[in-house]
């Protein structure tokens, strides 16, 4: 319990990163406490996660603070006492999570060292991240509800301030307003399933026994949440119905997939690809994943309503076959790194929707690994070139050796190697659900099918990277070198190859069939991390031969295709296919007008916040215009006051007013005779 403790140091070790950069005298120094802050948590958690992994059968440890207490008039609707509290939730899930959290935390701030160099927005850029690592490792190793709420709007405003690094750039501060707003949404959809919580469900939390070291059961519990759903299903909560669950259902759902930037409420996150590569890299691993991760701990609560998860499985599925498609039609390549990464959860949100529980966790984790290997190595691309196009590239294959290696293993990755395909697949084969109503067999074959057509197109823009920007010569441009490509600053690729190493080892934790190891005291039920997280039960995954067959012909078609569409010497026919639709790629391209659509729909809000600011400009800037013309008049009235001749005038008032004292004191003791009429 001992190491379990120190998870509270674990989730502060960001936010001592945070305040010592703001104490410390040069941005460099600053940098340099928000990256051992990381550093030092990245140990911390593998310390907590190697105690996880020792012990996997102990229970969940927890940690928990109450963060106020009210005792509401006698005879209220919802609870007769409440104690919302924050702590620290231990268990396979958190640990696994909050160590891979730490690990891409640490790996960007310290690319950003050098990438970031003589920015103007260096020092914010540290503390900011430092916040949202903050946010995002409060949010997994969060016990309830109201501890994630409280922590997903910390995250929202830290994506904010990372999205406006360039603030002063309207072509960057416009996206992160539109973020920030559509974050907002997430925000009070997670806020409005708290609240549902709490109307429910509180007078019946209230009558549970609280658990030990508790004096009251927390309504918002995650572990209170699965008990909510049996105990509406046996009819034991008053007010309470299937509807009730539905409705629960539906807003976490929202939220969740909102958050994780699923079509078409991805919008929020391509946004931020005109930000800076290593904000691009941490929005991408720590916001993004927060959405999914939500979804899996409420993940029993969404088994009892009819249909819920199946919707879920055909909004990821479709998202994955969306956001592959539009990487075939894009150019700038942190735009293909954003819309990849929203593939991928794509991936990971049918995967749970099709009962795959701990399949979609894994892809989820190699996910965070895989984007930032993608995002490191595009921005080593981004520097050596001076163009984002992919098809102001090419030639690095001899040029850019670490670069060149991170490209391909990426793209072999998303094709299938990394088990992503193979494993949403095997949930839409296995239906490997624990227990709730079962996915029907249309729904399965459904999204099967768009899994296929996902894997097919991810391997395809994969290798499209790849071929671009690795085949060929330098491609020729004004003012540009091709003697100048090399590979970049040996710190920025060092730690590229640190990011390389960390996904090829994400990909062997999770490979399927692997038995128990028993080492003396010590015994690992099954080093696969489908199983390792799965606090439910601990099932067989044997390997789904179909599946594997299926995701890695999907990938070798989808890899044939770019080879036959996009290498150099078969180039010319492509561009020339594209040329005759240029309407359709154009299309495409644009992300089926998404953008633009999502633009429209915020107008109202940009309305709204004029008509605040021309209210602020006509009432409260007249206040404060009168205070501080108040304000200036007494000034002026006190400068005045120390002018030579008004000194004049006090010395003589006080003269005055000293001679009428003394002839006072000298008539009320007797020393002037006064005749009294």
Known sequence: MGIYNSAWALLLLPLLGVGISMLAE??????????????????????????????????????????????????????????????????????????????VLALVQSYAL????????????????????????????????????????????????????????????????????????????????????????????????????????DPFGFDQLT??????????????????????????????VFRAAQ?????????????????????????????????????PLLLAPLHAISALALVGAVTAVVAAGVCLAQRDILRIAVLSAVAQLGLVVAALGTG????????????????????????????????????????????????????????????????????????????????????????RVVVALLVVVAAVLMAAYAWRVVWHVCAGEVARRRGFQPERVVEVDPPMARFTRYALGAAILAVIVGLPGIGPVHAGRFSIPGLTFTRFVYEYARPALPMDGLALVIALAAGAIGAGAAWLLFAPERRA??????????????????????????????????????F???????????????????????AALASRARAARSSLYLAGGFAIVSVLALLSVLAATGHFWIHSI
């Open 26 to 103: 040069t941005p460099r120094r600053a940098a340099q406490a928000c990256v051992v802050s990381s550093v030092l948590a990245v140990l911390m958690a593998a310390v907590i996660l190697g105690a996880r992994l020792t012990h996997p059968l102990q229970p969940p440890f927890e940690g928990l603070l109450t963060f106020f207490a009210m005792s509401p008039p006698e005879g209220t609707l919802f609870v007769s006492r409440l104690e919302p509290q924050l702590g620290v939730l231990i268990d396979s899930l958190s640990a696994s999570f909050a160590f891979a959290l730490t690990v």
């Open 114 to 217: 050098t990438s970031l160099r003589g920015d103007p927005g260096y020092r914010r850029f540290f503390w900011a991240s430092s916040l949202l690592g903050f946010a995002a490792l409060g949010f997994v190793l969060s016990p309830n509800l109201f501890d994630s709420l409280f922590l997903w709007v910390i995250g929202s405003a830290a994506v904010y301030l990372l999205a406006a690094h360039w603030w002063d750039r309207q072509d960057a501060a416009a996206p992160a307003r539109r973020t920030l707003v559509a974050l907002h949404v997430a925000d009070i959809a997670l806020l409005l399933a708290t609240v549902i919580v709490l109307v429910k469900f509180g007078v019946y939390s209230s009558q549970i026994p609280a658990p030990a070291g508790q004096s009251i059961a």
């Open 263 to 299: 079509v078409p409420f991805h919008v929020w996150l391509t946004e931020t690809s005109t930000s800076p590569v290593p904000v691009v890299a941490l929005i991408l691993a720590l916001a993004t994943s927060a959405g999914v991760y939500l979804l899996a701990r409420v993940y």
């Open 227 to 256: 008990g909510y759903a049996a105990a509406v299903l046996h009819g034991a909560v008053g007010g309470a119905g299937l509807r009730t669950l539905a409705v629960m259902a539906s807003v976490l759902i929202f939220a969740a």
């Open 612 to 634: 605040v600011s021309r209210l602020d400009d006509t009432l409260l800037e007249s206040i404060g215009s009168t205070v501080t013309q108040s304000a200036e008049a007494a």
């Open 573 to 610: 026919a492509s561009t020339a296919i594209g040329e005759r639709f240029p309407q359709v790629v154009h299309f495409v391209s644009r992300d089926f007008n998404l953008e633009r659509a999502a633009h429209r729909i915020g107008r109202p809000v940009l309305v709204a916040a004029s």
């Open 356 to 443: 795959g529980y701990g399949q979609g966790l894994f892809v989820l984790f190699t996910t965070l690994l895989f984007s930032t290997l993608f995002v490191l190595g595009a921005g080593n691309l981004v520097r050596v070139y001076r163009t984002r196009s992919i098809h102001e590239m090419g030639g690095a294959w001899g040029r850019m050796g670490t670069t060149r290696l991170a490209l391909v293993v990426w793209a072999a990755g998303i094709a299938g190697l990394s088990l992503n395909t193979y494993y949403a697949l095997s949930s839409a084969f296995e239906n490997a659900k624990p227990s709730g109503p079962a996915v029907g067999a249309v729904m």
